[in-house]
């Protein structure tokens, strides 16, 4: 009883957090089932710090943070869509390398800029708990037409991703769909990164689809159960930071590691079981 | 079906940066031929398939395609694709219909009707709803070999298909390769190493080596 009125009680007293934190999880969610799938885990940690540094500029500079963060990781996600060729280091380094700089001179930005400790750590590491209505219709407007086009082209999307070769040979503009793919991913962790801050999105595109991965077969069914336990995971989250007077977005990457380490044990305890029958 | 040849190639040039890997190449594959393209790694055989099918830019040349009333179907080896995808074996012999469904098209009842055909055919009902990764090596491939199938294709453009098979899922998929050359008249190219299997199936190869590209009889390439 006390947990529904603790739940009753944090969403009339946080509605904006609630609402951001739905609409976040679903959408990096199942944004983040691509992610996992085509092993590009790495681009989006690198995207998420990309658009914390445009969010960086923004404050110091005082500009739009959503034009900061766009603008950054747009230029990042063209980065990663140019052939391989053209770059003359593995990808994997220049991903590296983005991430480093991104993260550095965030901190190095605000840190000159003469802000408290508070702001800095709400920046860098995101507050669920201080989401503002601009943030939600920030998050509605970029990542809710999204997920919309990436439910809608889900089949030449997966088979751009799942065997490139042949989907081209079968007249499957896969270099469109990969661009497209890219420019949504960007466009969502602009939205997604200031009130998430870097870490929960990352977790968020990373932790809970792999999660779902785990426990379903087909791409619908891991598409709808990452949702749906992005969703779970950030009000249980939410909840438990409330309760128990807890920093909120740790309290959500926290309970999504242990959640996948809880299936990932049941899991292999099962495969094991069912390989000694 | 004309008469008219799969490919021709006038003097293509493939380079993969200032790397040429062929060189002002000339070839022409004739219709309804089962051809195997053989020769050292590296000698660009994929390269050379890959041109023709405009997955690789090609620098200098031309190449003219006729691959009939479908585009062709490729067939990659199976290790590339990532077992990580939750796909049936069923969904990716569904994926071969794309060029007829597009973005949003559902299959109707002859497109159900065909994808079961092709699945019997390759006796993969009893894997039918398996995760493609919990596959074999060997039903992996034949479910990529199916899924070119089910495109209706008349050129089939396979890529070392047997790499990394056993012995018998080997000798079970060249007997089907075999048979879709024999029985439906489809043009077979195949990049292939062993030419033992090469002189059992097909009369001429298609020769790639430093020397350039040369269709040549089995016998000759064998002795």
């Given at each position: 009883?006390?947990?529904?009125?603790?739940?009753?009680?944090?969403?009339?007293?946080?509605?904006?957090?609630?609402?951001?934190?739905?609409?976040?999880?679903?959408?990096?969610?199942?944004?983040?089932?691509?992610?996992?799938?085509?092993?590009?885990?790495?681009?989006?940690?690198?995207?998420?710090?990309?658009?914390?540094?445009?969010?960086?500029?923004?404050?110091?500079?005082?500009?739009?943070?959503?034009?900061?963060?766009?603008l950054?990781?747009g230029?990042?996600?063209?980065?990663?869509?140019?052939?391989?060729?053209r770059?003359?280091?593995?990808?994997?380094?220049?991903?590296?390398?983005?991430?480093?700089?991104?993260?550095?001179?965030?901190?190095?930005?605000?840190?000159?800029?003469?802000?408290?400790?508070?702001?800095?750590?709400?920046?860098?590491?995101?507050?669920?708990?201080?989401?503002?209505?601009?943030?939600?219709?920030?998050?509605?407007?970029?990542?809710?037409?999204?997920?919309?086009?990436?439910?809608l082209?889900l089949?030449?999307?997966?088979?751009?991703?799942?065997?490139?070769?042949?989907?081209?040979?079968?007249?499957?503009?896969?270099?469109?769909w990969?661009?497209?793919?890219?420019?949504?991913?960007?466009?969502?962790?602009?939205?997604?990164?200031?009130?998430?801050?870097?870490?929960?999105?990352?977790?968020?595109?990373?932790?809970?689809?792999?999660?779902?991965?785990?426990?379903?077969?087909?791409?619908w069914?891991?598409?709808?159960?990452?949702?749906?336990?992005?969703?779970?995971?950030?009000?249980?989250?939410?909840?438990t930071?409330?309760r128990?007077?807890?920093?909120?977005?740790?309290?959500?990457?926290?309970?999504?590691?242990?959640?996948?380490?809880?299936?990932?044990?049941?899991?292999?305890?099962?495969?094991r079981?069912?390989?000694?029958? | 079906?004309?008469?008219?040849?799969?490919?021709?190639?006038?003097?293509?040039?493939?380079?993969?940066?200032?790397?040429?890997?062929?060189?002002?190449?000339?070839?022409?594959?004739?219709?309804?031929?089962?051809?195997?393209?053989?020769?050292?790694?590296?000698?660009?055989?994929?390269?050379?398939?890959?041109?023709?099918?405009?997955?690789?830019?090609?620098?200098g040349?031309?190449?003219?395609?006729?691959?009939?009333?479908?585009?062709?179907?490729?067939?990659?080896?199976?290790?590339?694709?990532?077992?990580?995808?939750?796909?049936?074996?069923?969904?990716?012999?569904?994926?071969?219909?794309?060029?007829?469904?597009?973005?949003?098209?559902?299959?109707?009842?002859?497109?159900?009707?065909?994808?079961?055909?092709?699945?019997?055919?390759?006796?993969?009902?009893?894997?039918?709803?398996?995760?493609?990764?919990?596959l074999?090596?060997?039903?992996?491939?034949?479910?990529?070999?199916?899924?070119?199938?089910?495109?209706?294709?008349?050129?089939?453009?396979?890529?070392?298909?047997?790499?990394?098979?056993?012995?018998?899922?080997?000798?079970?998929?060249?007997?089907?390769?075999?048979?879709?050359?024999?029985?439906?008249?489809?043009?077979?190219?195949?990049?292939?190493?062993?030419?033992d299997?090469?002189?059992?199936?097909?009369?001429?190869?298609?020769?790639?080596?430093?020397?350039?590209?040369?269709?040549?009889?089995?016998?000759?390439?064998?002795?």
């Amino acid at each position: 009883m006390n947990l529904i009125q603790d739940a009753v009680s944090f969403t009339k007293l946080f509605p904006e957090a609630v609402l951001c934190g739905t609409v976040m999880a679903a959408v990096c969610s199942a944004f983040g089932v691509f992610v996992v799938l085509k092993r590009i885990v790495f681009i989006s940690i690198a995207l998420s710090e990309a658009a914390t540094f445009g969010l960086a500029l923004a404050l110091v500079f005082h500009f739009s943070p959503l034009a900061g963060s766009a603008l950054v990781t747009g230029a990042v996600v063209f980065l990663l869509t140019l052939p391989e060729k053209r770059q003359h280091l593995p990808k994997d380094v220049v991903l590296g390398t983005v991430f480093l700089l991104a993260s550095s001179a965030s901190v190095l930005l605000v840190a000159q800029s003469g802000f408290g400790l508070e702001e800095i750590k709400a920046m860098l590491y995101g507050d669920l708990i201080v989401s503002s209505p601009r943030d939600r219709w920030v998050l509605l407007l970029t990542g809710v037409p999204s997920l919309a086009v990436l439910l809608l082209f889900l089949r030449p999307v997966l088979y751009a991703f799942l065997d490139r070769e042949a989907a081209c040979v079968m007249g499957v503009r896969c270099w469109f769909w990969e661009g497209l793919f890219f420019f949504l991913l960007g466009l969502v962790v602009s939205g997604a990164s200031k009130s998430g801050g870097a870490l929960l999105v990352f977790c968020l595109l990373v932790v809970v689809p792999a999660t779902a991965l785990l426990l379903a077969r087909r791409l619908w069914a891991v598409i709808g159960i990452s949702m749906a336990l992005g969703v779970l995971t950030t009000w249980a989250g939410l909840l438990t930071a409330y309760r128990a007077d807890l920093p909120v977005n740790p309290t959500i990457i926290g309970l999504s590691c242990l959640l996948l380490m809880s299936v990932s044990l049941v899991r292999a305890m099962a495969s094991r079981f069912i390989a000694r029958r | 079906m004309n008469g008219s040849p799969v490919i021709q190639c006038r003097g293509v040039t493939v380079a993969y940066g200032r790397d040429i890997v062929l060189d002002r190449i000339d070839l022409t594959v004739p219709r309804g031929t089962l051809l195997p393209f053989v020769g050292p790694n590296g000698a660009g055989k994929t390269t050379l398939l890959k041109a023709c099918l405009g997955l690789i830019p090609h620098q200098g040349g031309e190449i003219i395609c006729d691959f009939g009333d479908h585009p062709p179907a490729y067939v990659p080896q199976q290790k590339q694709l990532d077992p990580i995808y939750p796909v049936s074996v069923r969904d990716l012999v569904c994926m071969g219909l794309n060029p007829e469904l597009g973005c949003w098209g559902r299959l109707d009842r002859g497109q159900h009707a065909r994808v079961e055909a092709v699945i019997v055919r390759f006796g993969l009902e009893p894997h039918q709803h398996k995760h493609f990764g919990e596959l074999s090596g060997g039903l992996r491939q034949k479910t990529l070999l199916a899924r070119a199938v089910v495109t209706q294709a008349e050129v089939l453009v396979l890529d070392e298909p047997t790499a990394g098979l056993d012995a018998s899922s080997e000798a079970g998929l060249l007997k089907l390769i075999r048979t879709l050359h024999e029985e439906e008249g489809k043009t077979v190219l195949w990049v292939h190493h062993r030419m033992d299997q090469c002189a059992a199936l097909a009369l001429q190869v298609c020769r790639v080596d430093k020397r350039g590209v040369r269709l040549a009889d089995v016998s000759e390439v064998a002795t």
